[in-house]
């Protein structure tokens, strides 16, 4: 790194200078314009800041120097002097409109304002910069895994906790109830005021889809039938170092982390490295001229081929076209090789992290990042949090592909990413197949036979439904007593389990954004409080205490998380399997079944379905009711 005495003496004698000229507080109004209108050109190039990214940092990190990305007008040329602290490795964009520097921070420094300035010949500014204590350890950054349930919710979607955020100057006209695609209300102190309900729930883990500050105005550019959108899904970020104020503000976030970790409960953030918001301010400007893949008015499309990524014979020009592409032609797709990017999102996710307290990462878009980005992404994150855990995001239902992408699989090159956990999307297709078209259940005992494709089975995160695909009460045939079967397979197979909001209480809906209804009972006025037992139905309450008796079921029994499953039985339309003490058995027909297993299966149905089984030697003979789950424990 360059350095820095030189620089930080020679820029304090220009200083002095810069200050006679422009005009302290000494010189009269007067004067200043008269300085004013005879230099106006010097005065117009002063440089200016915008924006410091990240704002704070920590001193005894495991990232240090940190680089820090200053955007503003008139940076060319510009030394940066940055008081108790060591900067260097100055670069400036050929526009002077970012700065980047490196700022390294003695272990020995206090937190407080450590302000940066930039000095160029025509003046100088300060860029703001703190030096944040690192919170405690101690009950934070906890990670999750197959001891808990996951539990989805889309923050403008949950619960309005705050109706003062509704509708800001920032961005005044953007929420609208009667419109699926604008901001709804629901907020960060809408899910904190919801935590009981979770709790009460059984669940142990929220994942909330991003809270990053998206944008203010509506987006016309992914238009849907002739209607513009806005990002109140989160996706497209606009900056990714503050919350968007629809839903709260960091202060708040971290409150929430703080209030859940009370409650027992975890926090997962989703987060997105692939690409940004198409109205982020580095689509028109970006800090260097290879930020994204190509620029708006000229990019590569987005293939969606993801499997040429795991096939052994692809050109590399094919691979690149999805590596590459904008998604929707639109969202601009971050070049991760350009190591001033790499340093920027690692520094990011560490940043939420530490400002948080939160416990685990959403990643989105995974196969569509290079593999060796997200082994310098993991290594950083398990680094300075080594319990931090991370689930991506490979939206495919081909064990081959989820395969490929295992942290522990040595892709091309010998690159291991490390990541944690991935989706078990391969499960719930056929999860879809028998509970609502029909389709025979032994469909699911085949697809988990592809378990030995993996390393590890147990990193998976099995579900029934989430924000992408239509709700499983919103496909054609779906029943509740199909949704009950569905979910006593996501909450007792291997694997961490994931519930999509709603789902619990049977809530329907097709194809995004109808599969992101508002949780009834989350806004006042609601004519219906689903958050209470009173405000459900019969059939939704039903559903819910299904889903509630399984979790406290698994939470009363580490089999059901931990022991190793056995199948016992498995015909077109019954399935019977054991982990450990406990038995689950499923009829997927329409009439009842009687089915004869190896081994003792003793205990009681917690589910209320089945009558205890008859035990006859080394053989147990169960009899199922009709479209019905039963969860034997001893
Ligand atoms: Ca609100
Ligand atoms: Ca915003
Ligand atoms: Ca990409």
Same mark, same amino acid.
């Given at each position: 790194?360059?350095?820095?005495?030189?620089?930080?003496?020679?820029?304090?004698?220009?200083?002095?200078?810069?200050?006679?000229?422009?005009?302290?507080?000494?010189?009269?109004?007067?004067?200043?314009?008269?300085?004013?209108?005879?230099?106006?050109?010097?005065?117009?190039?002063?440089?200016?800041?915008?924006?410091?990214?990240?704002?704070?940092?920590?001193?005894?990190?495991?990232?240090?120097?940190?680089?820090?990305?200053?955007?503003?007008?008139?940076?060319?040329?510009?030394?940066?002097?940055?008081?108790?602290?060591?900067?260097?490795?100055?670069?400036?964009?050929?526009?002077?409109?970012?700065?980047?520097?490196?700022?390294?921070?003695?272990?020995?420094?206090?937190?407080?304002?450590?302000?940066?300035?930039?000095?160029?010949?025509?003046?100088?500014?300060?860029?703001?910069?703190?030096?944040?204590?690192?919170?405690?350890?101690?009950?934070?950054?906890?990670?999750?895994?197959?001891?808990?349930?996951?539990?989805?919710?889309?923050?403008?979607?949950?619960?309005?906790?705050?109706?003062?955020?509704?509708?800001?100057?920032?961005?005044?006209?953007?929420?609208?109830?009667?419109?699926?695609?604008?901001?709804?209300?629901?907020?960060?102190?809408?899910?904190?005021?919801?935590?009981?309900?979770?709790?009460?729930?059984?669940?142990?883990?929220?994942?909330?889809?991003?809270?990053?500050?998206?944008?203010?105005?509506?987006?016309?550019?992914?238009?849907?039938?002739?209607?513009?959108?806005?990002?109140?899904?989160?996706?497209?970020?606009?900056?990714?170092?503050?919350?968007?104020?629809?839903?709260?503000?960091?202060?708040?976030?971290?409150?929430?982390?703080?209030?859940?970790?009370?409650?027992?409960?975890?926090?997962?953030?989703?987060?997105?490295?692939?690409?940004?918001?198409?109205?982020?301010?580095?689509?028109?400007?970006?800090?260097?001229?290879?930020?994204?893949?190509?620029?708006?008015?000229?990019?590569?499309?987005?293939?969606?081929?993801?499997?040429?990524?795991?096939?052994?014979?692809?050109?590399?020009?094919?691979?690149?076209?999805?590596?590459?592409?904008?998604?929707?032609?639109?969202?601009?797709?971050?070049?991760?090789?350009?190591?001033?990017?790499?340093?920027?999102?690692?520094?990011?996710?560490?940043?939420?992290?530490?400002?948080?307290?939160?416990?685990?990462?959403?990643?989105?878009?995974?196969?569509?990042?290079?593999?060796?980005?997200?082994?310098?992404?993991?290594?950083?994150?398990?680094?300075?949090?080594?319990?931090?855990?991370?689930?991506?995001?490979?939206?495919?239902?081909?064990?081959?592909?989820?395969?490929?992408?295992?942290?522990?699989?040595?892709? =091309? #090159? +010998?690159?291991?990413?490390?990541?944690?956990?991935? @989706?078990?999307?391969?499960?719930?297709?056929?999860? $879809? &197949? %028998? /509970?609502?078209?029909?389709?025979?259940?032994?469909?699911?005992?085949?697809?988990?036979?592809?378990?030995?494709?993996?390393?590890?089975?147990?990193?998976?995160?099995?579900?029934?439904?989430?924000?992408?695909?239509?709700?499983?009460?919103?496909?054609?045939?779906?029943?509740?007593?199909?949704?009950?079967?569905?979910?006593?397979?996501?909450?007792?197979?291997?694997?961490?389990?994931?519930?999509?909001?709603?789902?619990?209480?049977?809530? =329907? #809906? +097709?194809?995004?954004?109808?599969?992101?209804?508002? @949780?009834?009972?989350?806004?006042?006025?609601?004519? $219906? &409080? %689903? /958050?209470?037992?009173?405000?459900?139905?019969?059939?939704?309450?039903?559903?819910?205490?299904?889903?509630?008796?399984?979790?406290?079921?698994?939470?009363?029994?580490?089999?059901?998380?931990?022991?190793?499953?056995?199948?016992?039985?498995?015909?077109?339309?019954?399935?019977?399997?054991?982990?450990?003490?406990?038995?689950?058995?499923?009829?997927?027909?329409?009439?009842?079944?009687?089915?004869?297993?190896?081994?003792?299966?003793?205990?009681?149905?917690?589910?209320?379905?089945?009558?205890?089984?008859?035990?006859?030697?080394?053989?147990?003979?169960?009899?199922?009711? %009709?479209?019905?789950?039963?969860?034997?424990?001893?």
């Amino acid at each position: 790194m360059r350095l820095v005495e030189g620089e930080m003496r020679d820029g304090a004698m220009r200083g002095r200078a810069s200050r006679r000229g422009v005009g302290g507080g000494s010189l009269g109004l007067g004067v200043v314009l008269a300085l004013a209108s005879l230099a106006p050109t010097a005065s117009a190039q002063a440089p200016t800041v915008e924006k410091v990214e990240p704002p704070n940092w920590w001193a005894n990190h495991s990232i240090n120097p940190v680089r820090v990305l200053i955007r503003g007008r008139h940076l060319a040329g510009a030394r940066v002097e940055c008081p108790r602290l060591a900067c260097g490795a100055v670069k400036v964009n050929a526009q002077g409109t970012y700065a980047f520097v490196d700022v390294r921070i003695a272990p020995s420094t206090r937190p407080g304002d450590y302000p940066l300035t930039l000095r160029t010949t025509s003046g100088s500014v300060k860029a703001p910069f703190t030096i944040s204590a690192q919170l405690p350890v101690m009950g934070r950054f906890q990670g999750f895994g197959v001891d808990d349930v996951v539990y989805l919710l889309m923050p403008d979607r949950f619960a309005n906790g705050d109706t003062t955020n509704d509708r800001t100057p920032k961005s005044p006209n953007i929420l609208d109830r009667t419109k699926a695609r604008y901001y709804h209300g629901g907020d960060l102190a809408g899910v904190r005021q919801k935590l009981p309900y979770l709790k009460q729930l059984g669940i142990t883990a929220i994942w909330m889809n991003p809270i990053y500050d998206n944008n203010d105005g509506t987006d016309t550019l992914e238009v849907y039938d002739k209607q513009p959108t806005t990002g109140y899904h989160g996706y497209g970020a606009t900056d990714f170092y503050a919350v968007d104020e629809h839903l709260g503000t960091m202060a708040e976030f971290r409150a929430l982390v703080d209030d859940a970790h009370k409650a027992g409960i975890k926090v997962v953030l989703d987060m997105v490295a692939n690409h940004s918001g198409p109205y982020h301010p580095w689509v028109k400007d970006a800090p260097t001229p290879t930020w994204f893949h190509g620029t708006q008015a000229r990019h590569p499309d987005n293939t969606w081929q993801t499997w040429t990524l795991a096939n052994p014979y692809a050109a590399d020009t094919l691979r690149r076209a999805t590596l590459d592409g904008w998604f929707i032609n639109i969202l601009p797709d971050l070049n991760q090789d350009d190591p001033e990017v790499s340093r920027y999102i690692i520094q990011n996710t560490l940043w939420w992290v530490g400002m948080s307290g939160m416990d685990g990462i959403r990643q989105d878009t995974w196969p569509y990042v290079p593999v060796k980005f997200w082994r310098d992404w993991m290594g950083a994150i398990k680094k300075q949090y080594p319990t931090l855990r991370v689930v991506g995001e490979v939206f495919d239902g081909d064990p081959a592909m989820i395969r490929f992408f295992e942290g522990t699989n040595s892709t =091309p #090159g +010998g690159v291991k990413t490390g990541v944690d956990y991935l @989706f078990d999307f391969p499960l719930y297709y056929p999860i $879809r &197949d %028998a /509970f609502i078209n029909g389709k025979p259940i032994k469909g699911i005992a085949q697809m988990l036979m592809r378990d030995h494709l993996y390393d590890k089975p147990d990193a998976l995160m099995p579900f029934l439904g989430l924000h992408d695909v239509s709700r499983f009460m919103g496909e054609k045939g779906a029943t509740t007593d199909g949704l009950k079967l569905a979910f006593t397979t996501v909450l007792t197979t291997r694997g961490t389990p994931l519930v999509y909001y709603g789902d619990e209480i049977a809530i =329907p #809906g +097709g194809p995004d954004p109808d599969n992101r209804r508002d @949780f009834p009972g989350g806004w006042t006025g609601d004519a $219906r &409080d %689903a /958050f209470e037992a009173s405000g459900r139905t019969a059939e939704q309450q039903a559903v819910w205490q299904h889903v509630h008796t399984l979790l406290r079921t698994r939470a009363a029994q580490p089999d059901l998380r931990r022991a190793r499953t056995e199948h016992l039985a498995v015909t077109e339309q019954q399935f019977v399997f054991r982990r450990g003490a406990v038995v689950v058995a499923m009829n997927n027909d329409s009439t009842a079944a009687t089915i004869t297993v190896p081994g003792a299966v003793r205990g009681t149905d917690v589910l209320g379905a089945c009558a205890a089984a008859e035990i006859s030697g080394a053989r147990s003979t169960l009899r199922l009711p %009709a479209r019905a789950s039963c969860v034997f424990v001893p």
